[in-house]
């Protein structure tokens, strides 16, 4: 009797359960811990987000500087040395209207994509088309898919350069329509389109007709890369056209374009500033004298621009959005997320709690007048 009683009260106990305090309790246990995953999941994507724009950033500014620098590098390339210091132009800090950056701009010209050499023989100004020496084309010929002559068509754009004993300074870029020559490497030339490539300006005042097209005999034409480093501010660059020959404004800015025989490519977004800063022996000493911006009074010196050996290249980047892992206040010794002053720009008052990445690079002018033809071979 006793053992059935101490089985009732088992039973009766097991089937007790959980009391409402016991509930609660777990369940705010449950919940804070739950709480404590969500919060540390949100600290981690915003951790996430944040690293994942600033890389992009990152590679958008390198890959800027390495084609950049690899320019500058090639400047010059290819051309007589008589005019190997009309390859180098710039500009120091462009007014875009209202906008609180007024960025470098650099124009570099060089036989730098597609190396060609040809001297001319005849030019007959007038009827825009030009002959060189017999046997240039298969001396030094292209070849492509569409036969080696299409070639040159494809290309387009070279600059027809005068013999530099007439004394004329006048280089003319012309757009190739047509290539022709007879059997056996005779009347080699080029036809051209009427008028000059307008939209295509090279630097230090190169562009121009000499008086005779008796100076450009025993001249030299060549493919010639006519590139320049800009930033757009705020995507309303005054004279551009949003969606035409590559221009993408409508409000986009911040985009690093370099403009290539006067079509824009967009190589960067995000970025905040553009700076160039130039060294070089000008006060002709024998020393190179330090990096300074450049000098109004260089352009178009042909003295000046070709004592330049060494230019420091500074891009600013931001990330398009803020950082949201950030927590209280930065420093103000610690200007990680304000707009710093780059060689004679403004730096920002305030933080706007957006990353920067600063990257610097010098490049050096090495490829002056270096003797470039082409090979043969594409």
């Known amino acids: 009797m006793r053992e059935k009683q101490n089985l009732r009260i088992s039973i009766k106990t097991f089937k007790r359960g959980f009391t409402l305090i016991e509930l609660l309790i777990g369940m705010s246990v449950m919940l804070i811990v739950i709480v404590g995953a969500l919060q540390l999941y949100t600290r981690s994507n915003k951790i996430t987000v944040d690293q994942q724009q600033f890389a992009e950033l990152q590679h958008d500014v390198r ?52 190396p060609l050499n ?7 100004g007038s009827a825009a088309t030009i002959s060189v020496e017999d046997m ?3 001396k030094y010929p292209y070849n492509s898919e569409a036969g080696p002559d299409n070639y040159y068509t494809q290309i387009g754009i070279v600059l027809v350069l005068p013999n530099p004993d007439s004394g004329c300074r006048g280089g003319e870029i012309r757009q190739i329509t047509q290539v022709h020559h007879s059997a056996g490497g005779t009347n080699e030339g080029f036809n051209f389109a009427i008028g000059l490539a307008e939209d295509i300006n090279p630097p230090g005042g190169l562009a121009g007709t000499c008086p005779s097209s008796d100076d450009y005999d025993g001249g ?9 480093y800009w930033l757009d501010v705020d995507g309303s660059y005054s004279g551009l056209t949003a969606g035409e020959n590559g221009y993408i404004g409508g409000g986009e800015g911040d985009i690093l374009y370099m403009t290539q025989n006067g079509y824009h490519y967009p190589l960067a977004q ?8 130039y060294n070089g022996d000008f006060d002709d000493n024998g020393l190179l004298d330090g990096f300074t911006s450049w000098d109004p009074n260089w352009t178009g010196d042909p003295v000046m621009v070709g004592r330049i050996r060494q230019i420091r290249i500074l891009i600013l980047g931001r990330t398009p959005d803020r950082f949201v892992s950030v927590s209280g206040t930065p420093p103000d ?46």
Do not use: W
């Open 333 to 378: 010794n610690l200007a990680l997320y304000r707009r710093p002053a780059l060689t004679t720009g403004d730096s920002a008052g305030q933080d706007d709690l957006h990353r920067r990445f600063l990257l610097e690079s010098t490049a050096c002018i090495r490829n002056i007048s270096l003797s470039l033809y082409n090979t043969g071979e594409r």
């Open 118 to 124: 040809l001297k001319i023989s005849q030019y007959q």
């Open 63 to 114: 890959s800027s500087m390495f084609f950049i620098s690899r320019d500058i590098r090639m400047a010059g390339a290819g051309l007589p040395i008589e005019f190997a210091v009309n390859f180098l132009e710039g500009q120091d800090n462009e007014d875009q209207g209202d906008a609180e950056v007024t960025p470098d701009r650099l124009k570099i010209m060089g036989n730098i994509e597609d």
């Open 270 to 277: 995000n970025v905040e500033n553009l700076q160039f800063e």
């Open 220 to 228: 030299m034409i060549t493919f010639i890369n006519v590139k320049e």
């Open 136 to 138: 240039s084309f298969e």
